[in-house]
């Protein structure tokens, strides 16, 4: 998938079932194109769910954060690549290899994980996509969760997570809107900034570091990830609506 040129909702597929998650991608796809699978998700359905999401044109976030010994990611970020679909379209007498896709766009791994983890990630990310003959996947590494305290350290310790992250190879990282301007200040526009915890209005949940989608955008933030306040909606085609207007003005 190439960079976009203008930042992109992703919607966080926080849900337990492949069944919960095809509702949500049947209702909102194609206003949005883009979709996180999580822990939650992915432990209930496995890659079924993002041959689901790829199946119906969308394109998928891995969100697994993956933390581990150097081979055990290597080798996970390879596998993710490798998850594919031959769409429903192609005709017959077409060849199928020349119709595979591959709906995994992005992965994410712990930058805590240490340079030699990270190297290895997107090693993993190349060498696969080279024998794939396809697009590397962006691999972006998580500064800290949106769930931890907010405090004084806190830019810091993220401006030092990505220096790593840089240093190691990857494309880019996951962080708050609190940081996001200062990370696009220092390490420029084609450093990628996908930024969680973002929402609607005054909401209380476990995600303290939050921000609008204005914040998000003003702060140079690439990819917007939203999940609650579309997933618990009571009418979660208008919300989106309402959050694209935001984005891209009203009609979108």
């Keep these: 998938m190439q960079r976009l040129s203008n930042p992109e909702i992703i919607l966080a597929l926080d849900v337990s079932t492949l069944k919960e998650a095809e509702r949500f991608v049947d209702l909102l796809y194609p206003k949005i194109k883009l979709f996180k699978i999580g822990s939650q998700l992915f432990t209930a359905s496995?890659?079924?769910?993002?041959?689901?999401?790829g199946d119906k044109g969308g394109n998928v976030f891995l969100d697994l954060k993956f933390h581990d010994i150097p081979n055990t990611v290597y080798c996970s970020i390879g596998t993710g690549s490798t998850i594919s679909i031959v769409p429903h379209q192609v005709d017959v007498g077409e060849e199928i290899e020349d119709n595979i896709t591959f709906p995994v766009f992005m992965m994410t791994v712990h930058i805590k994980?240490?340079?030699?983890?990270?190297?290895?990630?997107?090693?993993?990310?190349?060498?696969?996509?080279?024998?794939?003959?396809?697009?590397?996947?962006?691999?972006?590494?998580?500064?800290?969760?949106?769930?931890?305290?907010?405090?004084?350290d806190k830019l810091t310790e993220v401006l030092q997570a990505a220096q790593l992250a840089k240093d190691s190879g990857l494309d880019g990282v996951v962080c708050s809107v609190l940081e996001a301007a200062k990370v696009r200040e220092v390490y420029g526009k084609d450093f990628i900034i996908v930024t969680p915890g973002i929402r609607q209005g005054q909401v209380t949940d476990d995600q303290k570091r939050t921000a609008t989608v204005k914040q998000a955008v003003k702060a140079g933030s690439d990819f917007l990830v939203i999940g609650r306040p579309i997933i618990q909606s009571k009418n979660p085609?208008?919300?989106?609506?309402?959050?694209?207007?935001d984005l891209y003005g009203a009609g979108n």
């Design 237 to 245: 085609l208008k919300t989106t609506e309402e959050i694209l207007g």
């Design 113 to 152: 994980g240490g340079r030699p983890m990270l190297e290895a990630a997107v090693k993993g990310a190349i060498e696969k996509s080279n024998e794939l003959k396809i697009e590397k996947p962006f691999i972006v590494g998580v500064t800290r969760l949106t769930s931890e305290d907010d405090s004084s």
């Design 46 to 53: 496995g890659p079924d769910v993002v041959k689901m999401v």
